[in-house]
């Protein structure tokens, strides 16, 4: 599975953008797909992630109400909407999926539960 995150940029506090995840390869394998933040000097941490079929979706509370995961199948593509976006949001967000739960509606929250990993796309917020 390749992934190649895009739609990175830079925003004003409080605006918004899309980023988008093209997934190929052997995409029939992926059970969920997610997305995660690495800000400069800290850890990647999670944001949201969706159960690539059932589409269950988890969110961290950083995430919670401002941004939307989704997905469409057909076209391979995963999205973070990401709404009134702040400063503290500006990092590096990758996307990842998960081909080894096994489950159709698990969404892990964990780096090492994902296999493959997008290049990342820079997100800068301005106060």
């Known amino acids: 599975v390749q992934l190649q995150a895009f739609g990175g940029g830079l925003v004003q506090a409080g605006g918004s953008l899309r980023l988008s995840c093209a997934a190929s390869?052997?995409?029939?394998?992926?059970?969920?797909m997610g997305w995660f933040r690495q800000a400069p000097g800290k850890e990647r941490e999670f944001v949201a992630a969706?159960?690539?079929?059932?589409?269950?979706?988890t969110y961290a509370d950083s995430a919670r109400s401002r941004f939307t995961i989704s997905k469409d199948i057909a076209k391979n593509m995963m999205y973070l909407q990401m709404n009134n976006l702040k400063p503290e949001d500006t990092a590096v967000y990758y996307c990842?999926?998960?081909?080894?739960?096994?489950?159709?509606?698990?969404?892990?929250?964990?780096?090492?539960?994902?296999?493959?990993w997008g290049q990342g796309t820079l997100v800068t917020v301005s106060s």
């Open positions: 390869g052997r995409t029939d394998t992926i059970d969920s």
């Open positions: 990842a999926a998960d081909t080894d739960s096994g489950s159709s509606s698990y969404t892990p929250r964990y780096l090492y539960e994902y296999d493959y």
């Open positions: 969706i159960a690539y079929l059932l589409g269950p979706t």
